[in-house]
C-alpha cells in the first residue's frame, strides 16, 4: 500500500455540487503537491505546499482551492466544476521541495463531472 | 514545441525482449531526470532517478541520459507481462518542480 492515501477513489459530482478530496501521508514528508492527470496529457501540476504553506498556484481556476492543515493533510475543496474538469486527481508528497527520491504519489481520485 | 515529448504508443512485445522507451525535450536547463511506472488505477511510482549525462542501472532496469542530444531513455531488459503499464519521464532544471511527459504505454505479451 502506498504511503500516500487518497479518498475518495471514484467522485461523481453534478456542476452545482461541491465536495472535497482529501489526501494523507504519514512519511514524514514536508512537500505535498496536487496533479491533474488527463487521458494522453502530461501531469498537469496544480499546487505546491512546503511545511503547509501555498508555494505555487500553476494558475488553477479558482473553483478549485486547496487546504493544507498540516504536513500530513492536503485538500482540495472542488465547486461549480466543468465536464472538463473530469480527470485523475493525483495527490503527491516529497522530503523537500528539492528531491532527490522523487515524488510518492497516491492512487488518485478519478472525477467525473456531470 | 512542448518541453517534453514521448512517444504515447501502445508498445507491444512479447515477454522477453529488450524495451527501449524514450522522451525528448528542449529545455538545455534539464539536469534532474526521473521514471516513473504507472499501472491502470494506481498512482505513479518512481522506478530511476538519474542527475546529469550518463548511465544508471538497477536490476532490469537501466536510464540513459544524452544532455547533448536532450534525448533519455529508459531500458528494461528480460520484459515481463507485469512490466505492462504506463511509463512517464520527468525532468528538472533544479530538482524542483518536475515536469512530465505524457507517458508511453507498453504491453509485454506472455
Known amino acids: 500500500e502506498t504511503g500516500v492515501t487518497q479518498t475518495p477513489r471514484h467522485l461523481v459530482m453534478g456542476m452545482t455540487n461541491k465536495k472535497s478530496l482529501k489526501c494523507e501521508q504519514h512519511?514524514?514528508?514536508?512537500?505535498m503537491y496536487w496533479y491533474k492527470q488527463s487521458a494522453k496529457k502530461p501531469l498537469e501540476l496544480m499546487f505546491v505546499?512546503?511545511?503547509?504553506?501555498?508555494?505555487e498556484n500553476n494558475s488553477v481556476p479558482s473553483r478549485f482551492s486547496p487546504e493544507c492543515p498540516n504536513s500530513s493533510h492536503l485538500f482540495l475543496h472542488l465547486h461549480t466544476l466543468q465536464p472538463e474538469d473530469s480527470a485523475l486527481y493525483l495527490c503527491?508528497?516529497?522530503?523537500?521541495?528539492?528531491?532527490?527520491?522523487?515524488?510518492?504519489f497516491g492512487s488518485g481520485t478519478r472525477l467525473t463531472v456531470v | 514545441q512542448k518541453e517534453v515529448e514521448q512517444d504515447p504508443g501502445p508498445l507491444s512485445v512479447p515477454e522477453g525482449a529488450i524495451v527501449s522507451l524514450n522522451c525528448t525535450y528542449s529545455?538545455?536547463?534539464?539536469?534532474?531526470f526521473m521514471w516513473y511506472r504507472q499501472y491502470s488505477r494506481k498512482g505513479p511510482e518512481l522506478l530511476m532517478y538519474?542527475?546529469?549525462?550518463g548511465n544508471k542501472e538497477d536490476g532490469r532496469f537501466t536510464a540513459q541520459v544524452d544532455k547533448s542530444s536532450k534525448y533519455i531513455s529508459l531500458f528494461i531488459r528480460d520484459s515481463q507481462p507485469s512490466d505492462s503499464a504506463t511509463y512517464l519521464c520527468?525532468?528538472?532544471?533544479?530538482?524542483?518542480?518536475?515536469?512530465f511527459g505524457p507517458g508511453t504505454r507498453l504491453s509485454v505479451l506472455p
Open positions: 503527491a508528497s516529497s522530503q523537500d521541495l528539492q528531491t532527490s527520491y522523487g515524488y510518492t
Open positions: 512519511l514524514g514528508h514536508n512537500a
Open positions: 505546499y512546503n511545511f503547509k504553506e501555498q508555494t
Open positions: 529545455n538545455s536547463a534539464f539536469q534532474y
Open positions: 538519474t542527475y546529469s549525462s
Open positions: 520527468a525532468m528538472s532544471g533544479n530538482g524542483q518542480n518536475f515536469v
